[in-house]
């Protein structure tokens, strides 16, 4: 419509115009348009508003229900864009008359009916209206426009005010724009997205990580649980990431958590970049550079420790004693899951780092915090498998402090002798390629060629138990000496069977470095 046309219009022309202006297209879902909450604010004034119902009602009851729409504890602006939009705004009274409210959007419509009813379980409030064609569509239209005009809007302790979120599957999320889709494994993918800014708390945080549970089998579920329970009972920390939100969409059995976005990846991405052009990049010295990676290492040390020292206070819905400590176990510490805020230079000009993805997280009390589990053992990080993995399938805290202690060593291999020492070091443990692992385990041959130098592989000297079974038998046949030693070593790979280090030997994994020659910084 041309400024001219519009000129020659009626207000309520005018007042539609404008809302439908200021719609803004979804950064995902391009067809789909939403209408920000500041935007609702300053249009539907109360100006606005009441000089719009006078051209349907009389002074009186125009006062009366511009007083309905813009309470300001229990207002209806909502429901009043969308009837601006579907230029039915005389309507507005039905919904009054309810009452109706915004905070009951969204309406569930029922055509046969030719109604609008809430979706509490119980209620009873309804909208009723004739069944002619044009009320059929006013039903129809409206059940549209109100996903434009009921956004959500995300902030701080949004778990404790609204319990789960759930959404509809028919729910317009506020992204002003969002970038490709990252695989992050066989459960979902992440995305960058820019929440816009008025329907988040989160001022500090400019774009957020979206990352999406696939939809699959229960297991999904479990997984989009697991990882949520986590966050919960881990108070947020310096080197800690945040979790904004998390919420299912219904009827698309899909799974979302929000996060800040780290503008430098992962550690792992890290250090795939020169150490030195790191920091002579913003003109600091080797000192400041060393002073922040020991910085960040306290710091993910500590983060991990309050993972490892959770006090849980349980939740309403949680099911608890009230007596017992949680203890958790991050279960998969690895480069990956460390992420690089670069852009937090608050306290420094490098950024910080810090610990993210709870999906393998586990909470245990006092009393199964170190158990056996041959899944969990086997579904964390091969390469940074601890050895309790290997022996009897330990879980415990014993396994992150290791996988941490080996992403250390990495991490200061990286800052003395630079990009190529990380990776000559990367390259060296991975000249033996004994795997390990659990086959039933590995997916998509991930592991086919495993890095094992961080875990104490230990292997049976088959030689020393031939010698002792022989000599305390020297009547042994070949045959069965040789099920002896097999019937030693299956005893020994029994998860309850205790385990004698006399049976086993050390196997060096590194080759002497060949970068002696590096300059440290």
């Known amino acids: 419509m041309t400024q001219d046309s519009g000129a020659d219009e009626s207000i309520g022309a005018t007042l539609k115009d404008r809302l439908e202006y200021a719609l803004l297209p979804n950064g995902i879902r391009q067809q789909e348009k939403f209408l920000p909450a500041g935007s609702l604010e300053s249009i539907c004034t109360e100006l606005t508003v009441s000089t719009e119902l006078s051209r349907y009602f009389d002074r009186d009851e125009a006062r009366q229900v511009t007083s309905y729409i813009c309470d300001r504890t229990k207002p209806a602006k909502k429901i009043f ?20 409210f915004d905070e009951d959007l ?78 992050t494994g066989g459960y979902g993918y992440v995305q960058k997205v820019t929440i816009h800014k008025d329907h988040h708390s989160f001022t500090k945080y400019k774009d957020f990580a979206l990352k999406t549970v696939l939809p699959a089998k229960q297991h999904t579920r479990d997984i989009f649980k697991q990882e949520l329970v986590a966050f919960r009972k881990v108070h947020p920390g310096p080197n800690l990431v945040e979790l904004v939100s998390a919420f299912e969409i219904s009827g698309k059995d899909q799974f979302m958590l929000l996060f800040p976005w780290a503008e430098g990846g992962t550690l792992s991405d890290l250090m795939n970049e020169s150490s030195k052009d790191l920091f002579t990049s913003l003109q600091l010295s080797p000192r400041d550079f060393v002073q922040w990676v020991t910085s960040q290492c306290r710091g993910l040390v500590e983060a991990l420790g309050a993972i490892h020292q959770v006090n849980v206070v349980p939740r309403m819905d949680e099911t608890s004693s009230g007596k017992d400590r949680s203890f958790g176990i991050h279960l998969d510490i690895k480069p990956a899951n460390i992420l690089y805020f670069s852009q937090e230079t608050a306290k420094h000009a490098l950024g910080v780092l810090k610990i993210a993805d709870f999906g393998l997280a586990e909470f245990h009390s006092a009393s199964s915090r170190t158990r056996k589990s041959r899944g969990s053992a086997y579904r964390c990080s091969q390469q940074y498998r601890s050895p309790e993995h290997d022996i009897g399938y330990i879980i415990s805290r014993k396994v992150d402090i290791w996988a941490l202690g080996c992403i250390f060593s990495e991490l200061l291999t990286w800052m ?45 000297n088959r030689a020393k138990t031939f010698r002792r079974l022989l000599q305390a038998n020297p009547k042994f046949g070949y045959v069965k000496q040789t099920r002896a030693v097999r019937k030693e070593k299956a005893s020994l790979d029994q998860a309850n069977s205790p385990v004698g280090s006399k049976h086993f030997k050390q196997i060096p994994r590194l080759k002497p470095s060949v970068s002696q020659d590096s300059k440290i910084l």
């Open 81 to 100: 864009a969308a009837l601006v939009l579907i230029s039915r705004i005389e309507l507005i009274k039905p919904f009054q008359n309810a009452p109706f």
């Open 106 to 183: 969204p309406f569930a419509n029922n055509i046969e009916e030719s109604a609008l009813r809430s979706r509490w379980p119980g209620d009873q409030r309804s909208v009723l209206l004739t069944r002619s064609l044009r009320d059929i569509k006013v039903i129809r239209d409206f059940s549209l426009k109100q996903w434009c005009v009921n956004i959500p809007i995300f902030e701080r302790d949004f778990d404790q005010i609204y319990g789960d979120l759930v959404f509809d599957s028919d729910t317009i999320m506020p992204w002003e724009s969002a970038g490709q889709n990252i695989i």
């Open 416 to 460: 003395l002798l630079k990009y190529e020492g990380r990776e000559e070091f990367r390259q060296a443990r991975k000249q033996d390629a004994l795997f390990s692992g659990d086959w039933n385990y590995v997916q998509d041959g991930e592991n086919d060629v495993e890095d094992n130098f961080f875990q104490r592989h230990i292997e049976i």
